[in-house]
């Protein structure tokens, strides 16, 4: 390389120190040169710990089937929506259908089954357990083509039942009120136990909340609507014999059966015996018997068998094999 060349050559590399000198100077101290922009971090994904934020619920919502025996036509589903706080609702989603009062059920559907058609009522009906099988079964053919009545004052239930009568499809009515000895209004104590518990009886439950509510006569109900009863329940906390007592001219002149509750230590074998007597009743303890013992009645201390079967005539061995075999279905 010539002496002229390395001249030239470091002359160049002075001029470019001279301007980045320069540039350096006119844009301050502090300043450097711009950076590519980062990426924006992706959002952290929730643990398993992490809480999830849900709607509450207020509301309880399921279906529940009830086996059929062997031989008869599926039953459908029964849908079930009702307050998270209502009880049967909660024990039947937790038992299912079958597992409700199985022992009564069966001798319900039985009875559903070989009675003539007629009026059946569920009277102390809650959200109507017992109206709603009956009305599974009319709708599946399974039994006569029965009038469904169901009996209940506590206006929250009331609603309930309708709304699940309407939600299956299944044809019966829900009167707002109770039955008792007259016709007049009373006021029904709301249970601090569970609504299952609410009754006109003001010492049957502790109760802090109660409402007036209408009374109707078994007699006069029966009457208006012109029919026959054939089958009537009735779980009244207590009023069992008040609801008898109102319907002693029906019962004597259409001879229904019925299945009633009866409470231990409160009085209703006492003051219901006499008046069964008088009809020429026969009673059987619904206890899960390949045929119920008849006998006079008696609350069971142990409250597992509350129900009674309360017949003009003792039932057949074809009731007992049938109510056995709707019973069986269900274990």
Known sequence: MSEFERYARAALRRARRLQRQ??????????????AAAEPAPKPTPSRSTPVQRPMLTRRRFTTTLPAPAGTPPLPPLAIEAPLDAYVPERLEKVGLAGYEPDTLAAWCTALEQRPQGLVYDIGANIGVFALTAGLLVRAGLTPRHELIAIEPTPDLVEVARALLGRNHL???????????????????????????????????????????????LDDEVAARGGIPTLLKIDTETTEPDVLEGGMATVERHRPWMICEVLPGRGAEERLQPMLDGLGYRTYRLDGGAAASEGPLAGDTEY????????????????????????????
Not at 28 to 33: F, S
Not at 189 to 216: C, G, Y
């Open 22 to 35: 320069v540039v350096a100077r006119r844009r301050g101290p502090g300043h450097h040169e711009p950076v």
């Open 171 to 217: 044809d019966a009515v829900v009167l707002a009120c109770a039955f008792g000895r007259e016709r007049t209004t009373a006021t029904f104590h709301l249970s601090d136990k569970s609504d299952a518990s609410s009754s006109l009886n003001e010492k049957f439950r502790p109760s802090t909340r109660k409402i007036e509510v209408a009374i109707e006569r």
């Open 304 to 331: 597992t068998y509350l129900n009674w079967l309360l017949a003009p005539e003792a039932p057949d061995a074809a009731f007992w094999s049938r109510t056995a075999a709707w019973r069986d279905a269900w274990r």
